[in-house]
């Protein structure tokens, strides 16, 4: 076959959903695979080694994003009910959320309102535009939400997904070293904390860390989700008006 | 498994609908959980059906994450004039966030257990 044939064969593959939504899932197995072998370490991260192969697969072949998602959308769909299916740990958590109650709430708001704001500060600060800093808002929570919220408040929601991966990476790297320097041992905090900051990425590594990490961490994630997306659409105009 | 699917997605679509009827600033997949979690504590708990549906969606969940994390390629210029502030940002508000997070539920927690 010549290099003619080869080009008008990915001409005609890149033009049906089919060739996207292979890609989509062919590179998360590898992305998953190398993952694995490296023993599950952070800096691995499934999501953004599957990424960093598709964007350059894509660029390599001159491939529009837009021709790519026409076949990935199929699977991007599906965050909007996963978004909703997280109601079943955060149901499984009632009875302990219920429990602590008030401090988990004063932890959640201050929390929420810290993550918003700190990122504005300093992305403001540093000379990010208003569509960036708006992107960069809702980064500590769950990507559906995140990309939601931004898209609600005039932000890049495929910015904003980038940013959510790279904070949860961020948080699941530093968690361990920060807490040890604070001395704070208790894994419902840690927990917590880690599933505040760093949504699903942070989870994962809480629950690595103890079981009873990991559960509050999944309660911390669900909880700012709803959290942010509330706060979010007050906050962010206040801090555009102030900053 | 299709019963639990349809209900996830109807609660979903609730969501949505509501959303843009109210003009709330939700997103309507946020509301559709919150819908899910009130119809859990009225039917007392998620069935095996549901738990199994949602167990396979969040187990695959990093999976759904790569179509929209591939689009940042359209931000190929905006990340390269600002790429300090935006990391800058992340490392730091990160960081900020979860040492705040820890401190106040450290701290809450340590007084309520001396309290009794």
Known sequence: ?243 | MLNALTLLLVCQLIGEVITRALVLPVPGPVLGMVLLLLILIIRGGPGDTLKHTANGLLGHLSLLFVPAGTGIMLHAERLENEWLPLLAALVVSTLVTLAVSAAVLHLLVRRRQQKP
Not at chain 1, 67 to 82: E, I, N, R, S, W
């Open chain 1, 1 to 243: 076959m010549n290099s003619a044939d080869l080009s008008g064969l990915w001409v005609y593959l890149a033009a049906t959903p089919l060739l996207g939504l292979t890609l989509t899932l062919l590179a998360y197995l590898i992305a998953w695979h190398i993952h694995q072998r490296l023993a599950a370490h952070p800096l691995a991260n499934p999501v953004m080694l599957a990424v960093a192969l598709l964007v350059t697969l894509l660029w390599l072949t001159d491939t529009p994003y837009q021709t790519y998602f026409d076949g990935a959308q199929f699977v991007h769909f599906l965050l909007g009910p996963a978004t909703v299916a997280l109601a079943i740990p955060l149901y499984a958590q009632l009875q302990r959320l219920r429990q602590m109650a008030m401090p988990l709430g004063v932890t959640l708001l201050l929390g929420a309102v810290t993550a918003m704001t700190a990122a504005w500060i300093v992305g403001a600060w540093l000379g990010a535009d208003a569509p960036t800093l708006v992107s960069l808002a809702p980064k500590s929570v769950t990507t559906p939400i995140a990309m939601a919220v931004a898209e609600a408040l005039g932000g890049l929601p495929s910015l904003t997904a980038a940013l959510v991966i790279t904070t949860g990476i961020l948080g699941a790297m530093s968690a361990q070293g920060l807490f040890r320097l604070m001395r704070v041992s208790d894994p419902a905090v840690q927990g917590f904390a880690i599933g505040l900051a760093a949504h699903g990425i942070g989870t994962a590594r809480a629950f690595q860390l103890s079981p009873e990490a990991g559960a509050f961490a999944a309660l911390a994630m669900a909880a700012n989700g709803l959290v942010t997306a509330l706060l979010a659409p007050w906050l962010v105009p206040w801090l555009k008006a102030v900053m």
